[in-house]
């Protein structure tokens, strides 16, 4: 009996990479549907009701976050495996807490693809190579929420806060309230430093 998988990402080649790659592998794959952000995630769950659904976390309109908490809600038996780029522990944590199964790395999922499958269809949660490590360092003082992390991203990529605020569905003081508290946690107010920090980390290349 064939796995039903489908591909979330805001980016057409990495869904056609997985797409390819799934076919490629032993496996009996069914690719049964993909999208570009966490609004058609939800949609594709709810039409489709796939296995296993790959998201990227990073997405406009709705985050991996959201969708995958609400697919958990509307389509409980599909199972969510998150395959971004972003390694920070807010995303990681803010996707198995939304009942994600899986969390890889792409620069590692040609790799780990086959054998995350295989867990998590098995009710297993797989964590990729380095993952675990960084969900469980509970020390930092610089951790930033989820939401926090996605405005970071934002600022550092030169939106306005009235940008911002449209991009995630929040008010404007919202915004203001997240920078506030990002500026606290990193201890660092100029949008030159923190944009260094955001590509430091890695959740943008700008």
């Known amino acids: ?97 939304a009942g994600a199964m899986g969390y890889i790395r792409k620069e590692s999922a040609f790799e780990e693809i086959s054998t995350a499958i295989d867990e998590v269809i098995e009710g297993r949660v797989h964590l990729g190579a380095g993952i675990e490590e960084i969900a469980s360092d509970h020390g930092r003082s610089d951790t930033l929420s989820a939401r926090e992390t996605e405005v970071l991203t934002m600022i550092a990529e030169g939106k306005k806060t009235r940008e911002i605020a449209a991009d995630l569905f929040l008010s404007e003081k919202t915004v203001e309230t997240h920078r506030r508290q990002i500026s606290r946690k990193l201890k660092i107010s100029s949008v030159a430093e923190l944009t260094k920090y955001a590509i430091r980390r890695n959740l943008t290349s700008v």
């Open 1 to 97: 009996m064939s796995i039903r998988i489908a591909i979330v990402d805001d980016h057409q080649l990495v869904r056609d990479g997985l797409a390819s790659l799934l076919q490629d592998l032993d496996t009996d794959v069914e690719i049964v549907g993909q999208g570009a952000n966490g609004a058609e995630a939800v949609l594709i769950a709810e039409q489709e009701q796939p296995d296993i659904m790959l998201m990227d976390v990073a997405m406009p309109d709705i985050n991996g976050i959201d969708a995958t908490q609400t697919i958990r809600e509307i389509a409980p038996n599909v199972r969510v495996i998150a395959v971004t780029m972003h390694a920070e522990r807010s995303f990681i944590t803010g996707m198995l807490g």
